[in-house]
């Protein structure tokens, strides 16, 4: 039983920053992309941000120069540092993960509950 738990959200101001954190725990043998996804009311769900077990990353063009997306693997956890927040960073953001449960099975996605993220002055 695999579960990610996000946290971090809340109330940020324009042009501040935020940060959020994944933990993935339960029984893995590894942890392979891990990624943020994003969703605004009325909006369908975004990419924001992927890392990869090689430590590639790529962003959405959104985000990009603002949002920094790292790993720590010791901690199973996944960051997303969010700065220069703008009002339309506002929206629900979930992490994923590509997991293995075993040495020889395959890898399957999983999915956290979210946070809110809400920037406003």
């Known amino acids: 039983q695999v579960q990610l738990v996000e946290s971090g959200g809340g109330l940020g101001q324009p042009g501040g920053s935020l940060r959020l954190s994944c933990a993935a725990s339960?029984?893995?043998?590894?942890?392979?992309?891990m990624v943020w996804h994003r969703q605004a009311p009325g909006k369908q769900r975004e990419l924001v941000a992927v890392i990869t077990n090689g430590g590639t990353t790529n962003y959405a063009d959104s985000v990009k120069g603002r949002f920094t997306i790292s790993r720590d693997n010791a901690k199973n956890t996944v960051y997303l540092q969010m700065n220069s927040l703008k009002p339309e960073d506002t929206a629900v953001y979930y992490c994923g993960a590509k997991i293995s449960l075993r040495v020889e099975s395959t890898a399957s996605d999983y999915w956290g509950q979210g946070t809110q993220v809400t920037v406003s002055s």
């Open positions: 339960g029984t893995i043998f590894n942890i392979y992309t």
